[in-house]
């Protein structure tokens, strides 16, 4: 009897592992699906990184042409006005430059009237000079009453 126990014991514990090892194997078959499914899900997310980056650098390559627009724009408008204020600036300069020569020919003739002035009242001295020394008073006395 006790071996039949023990065969009992021996088939009880036979099915149960075999049982286990079903289950095991099941589990397995499972943990390789998961498995399976987390590597595609990884090569998806990574196919998506992938798209993502260059999406970006699309959009990167996209923002540094704008900019180049947008510097060489700037870069024009202010050749553009800066040209303006230069040609203004000569502009001024000739204005200045006129009014400086109408100015000093002015002074110019100022001084040639003032120099003519000088040289008559100059002539009237001498001429003074020469009465008052060579005329006498009483002769000047008779000519002006």
């Not at 040639?112 to 008073?137: E, H």
């Amino acid at each position: 009897m006790l071996q039949d126990a023990d065969e009992v014991t021996l088939k009880v514990d036979v099915s149960v592992l075999k049982e286990k090892v079903g289950t095991l194997t099941e589990l397995c078959h499972k943990m390789d699906r998961v498995i399976e499914k987390l590597a595609d899900n990884q090569l998806d997310l990574a196919g998506q990184i992938y798209q993502d980056m260059d999406k970006r650098k699309e959009q990167t390559v996209s923002d540094i042409k704008e900019l180049h627009s947008r510097i060489t724009t700037v870069d024009r408008n202010l050749s553009d006005k800066i040209e303006l204020t230069e040609r203004r600036i000569m502009d001024e300069i000739k204005a200045l430059r006129e009014c400086i020569d109408q100015h000093n020919e002015k002074e110019e003739a100022d001084m040639q009237k003032l120099s003519q002035w000088r040289w008559m009242v100059a002539g009237g001295v001498i001429v003074f000079a020469w009465l008052v020394t060579n005329v006498k008073l009483e002769m000047l006395a008779k000519l002006f009453n």
